[in-house]
């Protein structure tokens, strides 16, 4: 009985860390063996801590904006504009939505 329960929990904490929901802000950075610090995916180096990517980026180091089409944290927002006006921070820009508003 206390091997399913053990069990349970651990997938229950897997699970929920692979679907980023618990993720802390920043993390303890990875010791290479060269000596130098890195970070997982999705974080950067800020001193000595990693720290989540800001809105609109995500990858190694933060490097890469959103995919097309999405912005925000983690880019898991979905822009209902056109790929042109939908920028990887914000979102849709703000008088292409109004104009497309007024039109309805």
Do not use: W
Not at 7 to 22: H, Y
Not at 35 to 45: A, I, K, R
Request: hydrophobic fraction near 25%; proline fraction near 6%.
């Amino acid at each position: 009985m206390h091997f399913n329960t053990t069990k349970s929990c651990l997938l229950a904490i897997v699970f929920t860390n692979i679907r980023g929901i618990s993720l802390p802000s920043t993390l303890k950075p990875r010791f290479e063996k060269n000596g130098t610090m890195t970070c997982v995916s999705n974080y950067y180096l800020n001193g000595d801590v990693c720290t989540e990517c800001p809105a609109g980026y995500y990858g190694f180091n933060c490097s890469s904006p959103c995919p097309p089409q999405t912005y925000g944290s983690n880019c898991a927002e979905q822009c209902s504009c056109s790929s042109a006006s939908c920028h990887h921070v914000f979102g849709c820009n703000v008088r292409e939505v109004v104009e497309t508003i007024n039109v309805h």
